[in-house]
């Protein structure tokens, strides 16, 4: 204990200049159908680079805030910590998925819906071994009930003043509206309480960490986990000390158990890859991609400007990207280009594709294509005195042109790491109204079926996929005002609103697969 002292008040002296940042976000959940507020704190080291994620729970009564309000200034700890800290909000749900009340829904949320929100969005380490779970009282029997049942997410966990059996208390802190009476539902209660879960944990299938004070209304339940551990030779980290069941006790308990994180994370998470530099970039596709770069919306690459430094990425998400690599990292001295053109398809990409990709020798290619190929099958449709003339949109030919496509491209450089987008359309504007908009349901069935073939493909060239189409589907569910242009404008072309959430999207998937190191 004396030498985990030590080393903290080194840790907290090193921190007390904290230059972290905080973030209150809103998290969608689908299983829930509602937002869920969160806290995120970023450490200033954290700029640019990938960091291990700490994700920490409230107790009953709490709230995403009481961490950060009530106990103590996460900043410094997450700065001397090296890691990113995220506070979801729980209600009172005690983090399980409950079996009565299908808006409670929290352990779902924790384990799946959070993380992959978080990883889209920030430079994390996307795996268990870049993940752990702690919180206090409520949270820390909802850490330890995540972590055990969903060790493919997280790695390690820990509990401070926890719940971890909650039997003893059957008509305290609305369990009983999870779960039910425990007189009528004594299976379910066994099924839900952590010291049961515990119980078939093998040794080193987590990394875990404990405590509780003396004086706490939870020591005897705590004592019991510890004594079942150690009887079934699980190795876990025990600690007791004087204290209640407070904030006092909780905000000298936190910086031991991030020490303990922060040692698990140095032995287990990937070590970054030596980044190349010089690194050159390349994004193909149509007006999306294109955002008007070179001053020149629409025309060959040939035909734009190419020295005016100003205009020289668009006003797009490849915009954003560029801005942002090369903003966080100019010792790298990536190189961007941008060859999307306005209106093009697949065609129209292949016949440019020696120009504006093979001359351009990239280390990384992005191609973003699909919704004008559906686009000109329905202009044959309008155009046609009998639109059952019309053959049907060939997928198996645009998979083989798109397939061709990368072939050249890997040929030409077999180190090429590629970037696949999927193509997407919104239910408003122009393309959702008249004779347009009568074939909107044919529209999103050809742009769904080019999305299966480009998840197909990226899969086959081991290529990073960028879901676009999935990342539109969930915006059009958070529609502020209800405003159904707020995303995307037109029903094709994003606002600057959604250009930055698909920037973030693509700088997220290019992070978790190492795409620009």
Request: aromatic share 12%; with cysteine; charged share 20%.
């Amino acid at each position: 204990m004396r030498k985990y002292t030590l080393i903290l008040c080194f840790l907290l002296a090193a921190a007390t200049a904290s230059a972290a940042k905080i973030d209150t976000v809103a998290v969608f959940s689908a299983k829930m159908q509602r937002e869920i507020p969160a806290l995120v704190v970023v450490p200033d080291a954290g700029a640019g680079r990938r960091m291990p994620v700490l994700y920490l729970l409230h107790g009953y009564s709490g709230s995403y805030m009481t961490w950060q309000r009530d106990v103590t200034d996460l900043r410094p700890l997450a700065d001397a910590c090296g890691m990113i800290v995220v506070c979801p909000d729980g209600a009172n749900s005690w983090y399980w998925d409950s079996p009565l009340d299908p808006a409670s829904q929290f352990e779902t949320f924790v384990a799946q819906e959070l993380p992959d929100w978080i990883d889209a969005r920030y430079l994390t380490i996307p795996s268990r071994e870049g993940r752990a779970v702690t919180g206090l009282s409520m949270g820390g029997h909802g850490a330890l009930w995540v972590a055990l049942r969903h060790k493919d997410r997280f790695g390690a966990a820990g509990s401070t003043s926890g719940g971890v059996d909650i039997r003893p208390f059957p008509d305290s802190w609305e369990m009983k509206k999870q779960l039910g009476e425990l007189k009528d539902n004594p299976e379910r209660w066994n099924a839900h309480t952590v010291i049961r879960q515990a119980a078939s944990l093998r040794d080193g299938e987590l990394a875990l960490i404990f405590d509780c004070g003396y004086q706490d209304f939870f020591y005897q339940v705590n004592l019991n986990l510890h004594e079942q551990l150690m009887r079934q030779g699980v190795g876990h980290d025990f600690l007791v000390r004087p204290g209640a069941h407070n904030a006092a006790y909780w905000s000298a308990s936190l910086p031991c158990q991030m020490l303990f994180f922060q040692r698990w994370f140095a032995r287990n998470a990937p070590q970054p890859a030596v980044t190349a530099s010089g690194r050159r970039v390349v994004y193909i596709g149509d007006s999306i991609t294109d955002g008007n770069w070179g001053k020149a919306n629409g025309k060959p690459s040939s035909q734009r400007n190419l020295w005016d430094r100003n205009h020289l990425f668009g006003s797009g998400y490849m915009y954003l990207c560029a801005s942002y690599y090369q903003g966080y990292f100019p010792d790298r001295d990536y190189r961007f280009f941008n060859r999307g053109v306005g209106g093009h398809a697949l065609g129209d990409l292949a016949a440019r594709w020696q120009e504006d990709v093979i001359d351009l020798r990239p280390d990384v290619l992005s191609v973003f294509v699909g919704t004008n190929d559906a686009e000109r099958h329905l202009g044959r449709l309008l155009r046609a005195d009998d639109p059952k003339t019309v053959p049907d949109f060939d997928f198996a030919d645009w998979e083989r042109t798109y397939r061709g496509l990368l072939d050249q491209a890997r040929q030409a450089n077999p180190a090429l790491k590629i970037v696949l987008c999927t193509p997407f359309a919104a239910p408003c504007g122009k393309i959702v109204e008249g004779a347009l908009g009568e074939y909107y349901p044919l529209r999103q069935r050809i742009l769904a079926q080019c999305c299966v073939i480009v998840e197909r493909i990226a899969a086959d060239y081991g290529a990073t996929l960028v879901p676009f189409h999935r990342l539109i589907a969930d915006l059009e569910t958070r529609l502020p005002n209800g405003d159904a242009t707020y995303w995307v404008w037109d029903g094709i072309h994003p606002t600057p609103a959604g250009q930055r959430l698909m920037a973030d999207c693509w700088i997220g998937a290019a992070a978790r697969n190492g795409v620009m190191e």
